[in-house]
């Protein structure tokens, strides 16, 4: 039988009464608490009543990865007390009763202030001035460039998650403060207090939408990249595991603790630059085909001519997609996009964006020979449709305009309806 254990487990500063109280619970079944690695590590031994204390110590890093001089400092005014600092790191510090008339080490307030100070300071601030930044930022890209970005699971899954992100932050401080004054008043009111909630798996719904979410931005994350994107997943996934086991073995001093979490952030920026840098070197060309576009010249009419180049766009999601093509010869080039979404205020939101870029004052409506809602072409050649589920942009470099026959090839090719 193994005489040393690791347990993972998730802490919180508003929750250190909790992990003081499963310490205790380790204690009476044999298990004491030795020292605090990756994970809290355990020591076997005979069942024993023992009280510890975690206390969050504010004048500590959050880059502490065991106890700093101050920490060492106030441990010996906490020993001499009755208190004996086993181990800690970041703000938390968990001592062991060693006197039967220990003293308590913090006032009740005291406390509460400690913890409510390390939650809503450091890190989480951090957090929620870098996920409120990113989701202005998501919310700015996404409504400027609306039309592709509504087809783009990947632009529709980072704002989610970005948003998600920055209400959970916000939420926490916000439950922190609330937590912090209903505490604050049991204490004075005199009454004991508990820091934290007593649950088992102290998840929130917040939690696990998050989780749910971040895994499906990194399904679409592997989904559009491939292979590709795999590997670069399986690369981040990996050194930083192995980062935190190394960080959690060797537990460095906080300063270059900092200078290590800098130097890794850099190493996975280079690493991404060089990687995406080689495979835009190595990925081969692959040009599209005349069959896979659905429409030609000429399909509509007599054209002979070869064609020279052919681009197309494509994007797709839960709301719709929109396929662009240009295609390129001498004299016989055209281009349309076509999009498609069964919700109608997405339609109506491309619509207005096309009616401002491209409407102007020498338009001629032909609803009628395109069998649409509305339809009209502007003095550049442009023909724009709108059907009930359809948004048909096409234009033609000549200055013909298209006869009826032409439209009736152009809406079977499409498939509009």
Known sequence: MK???????????????????????????????KEWKLGLVFEKGESEEAIYAVEVFTEASENDTRPSPTTKEFAEYCEAAGWKLIDGKQKYCIFKKIQA??????????????????TISGSNISL???YGINACLQ???????????????????????????????????????????????????????????NRKFPINGTDIILALLIC??????????GINSIIVTLVIILSSFILSWAIG?????????????????????????GFAGFNIISAPDEEPSVESVPLLASDYKDSTESIEDINIYHNESMFGGYNTYFIWSENDTISYTIYRSDYKWILNRIWEDELD??????????????????????????YLVRYDNTILIFRGYDDEDLTVDQINVIRNKLDLR
């Open 139 to 197: 919310w700015l890209n996404f409504l400027s460039f609306f039309n592709n970005n509504i087809f783009s699971k990947s632009s529709i899954y980072s704002l989610v998650v970005w948003n998600l992100l920055f209400i959970s932050s916000l939420s926490k401080i916000i439950t922190t403060y609330l937590k912090r004054n209903n505490l604050l008043k049991l204490v004075s009111n005199g009454e004991a207090i508990y820091i934290g909630t």
């Open 357 to 382: 870029k491209k409407v102007n004052e020498n338009v001629s409506y032909c609803s009628a020979d395109w069998g649409a809602i509305t339809a009209f072409k502007n003095n550049a050649n442009e």
């Open 128 to 130: 929620l001035v870098l």
């Open 101 to 118: 008339d220990a003293v308590d080490i913090l006032t009740p307030e005291e406390r509460v202030n400690n913890a409510y100070k390390a």
């Open 216 to 225: 499906l931005l990194l399904y679409d994350f592997v989904e559009i990249g």
């Open 3 to 33: 005489n040393t254990k690791t347990v993972l487990k998730r802490v919180d500063y508003m929750r250190c009464d909790d992990l003081a109280s499963y310490l205790n619970a380790m204690a009476l079944k044999g298990w004491h608490f």
């Open 249 to 273: 073995k060797f537990r460095p001093d906080s300063d270059t603790h900092q200078i290590i979490q800098l130097f890794y952030g850099f190493a996975i920026f280079i690493f991404l630059i």
